[in-house]
T-cell receptor, first 112, second 111 residues
Framework: DTAVSQTPKYLVTQMGNDKSIKCEQN?????MYWYKQDSKKFLKIMFS???????INETVPNRFSPKSPDKAHLNLHINSLELGDSAVYFC???????????FGPGTRLLVL | GESVGLHLPTLSVQEGDNSIINCAYS??????FIWYKQESGKGPQFIID?????DKRQGQRVTVLLNKTVKHLSLQIAATQPGDSAVYFC??????????FGAGTRLFVKA
């Protein structure tokens, strides 16, 4: 069974569109995260949720809005997509905040 | 400011040799450190971790060394194999929800 899954794996879209990425974990973890990885492989945290509550919101544009309907899901909605949003987005989860994180396979977003 | 790791360097080693990947961190309050391996097209995967009350921890073919005096972390891989080729990230945590990742090191293993 996949521990942390994301959909879609690839997302190609036009500038200005709105899109969502979904994440689910079946590990029973309390904390979930969204990371952005740029073309130079730099991983930067965007958001952190603990028991459906937003804990960390790094300096991310308001166009990015995470939603956690329950402890096992953390979705990312992006409004008015821009060229600079092109990156790989990773979802992750951990049993305890700050401890070992389990990453999903990533969503490769390309904005044209 | 906060910073972990070096700008993405590349390390090339011969199969069978030992690899050493280095990482520098700047937050002296960090008390938990993790090494992740990211293979092409996949998400980062946990390799080994160490807490600040230790200076060495060993796993299967991997060893992590922590030098708090100079804020340095290293990952040693014994008898490097082609399957070890990946990008390796060090990460630090100060006990909260935020883990800071280093820039990563790309390891090439030559057969």
């Amino acid at each position: 069974d996949t521990a942390v899954s994301q959909t879609p794996k690839y997302l190609v879209t036009q500038m200005g569109n709105d899109k969502s990425i979904k994440c689910e974990q079946n590990l029973g973890h309390d904390t979930m995260y969204w990371y952005k990885q740029d073309s130079k492989k730099f991983l930067k945290i965007m958001f952190s949720y603990n028991n459906k509550e937003l804990i960390i919101n790094e300096t991310v544009p308001n166009r990015f809005s995470p939603k956690s309907p329950d402890k096992a899901h953390l979705n990312l909605h992006i409004n008015s997509l821009e060229l600079g949003d092109s990156a790989v987005y990773f979802c992750a989860s951990s049993q305890v905040d700050g401890e070992t994180q389990y990453f999903g396979p990533g969503t490769r977003l390309l904005v044209l | 400011g906060e910073s972990v790791g070096l700008h993405l360097p590349t390390l090339s080693v011969q199969e069978g040799d030992n690899s050493i990947i280095n990482c520098a961190y700047s937050n002296s309050a960090s008390d938990y450190f993790i090494w992740y391996k990211q293979e092409s097209g996949k998400g980062p995967q946990f390799i080994i971790d160490i807490r600040s009350n230790m200076d060495k921890r060993q796993g299967q073919r991997v060893t992590v060394l922590l030098n708090k005096t100079v804020k340095h972390l290293s990952l040693q891989i014994a008898a490097t194999q082609p399957g070890d080729s990946a990008v390796y990230f060090c990460a630090e945590n100060t006990g909260g929800f935020k883990t800071i990742f280093g820039a990563g090191t790309r390891l090439f293993v030559k057969a």
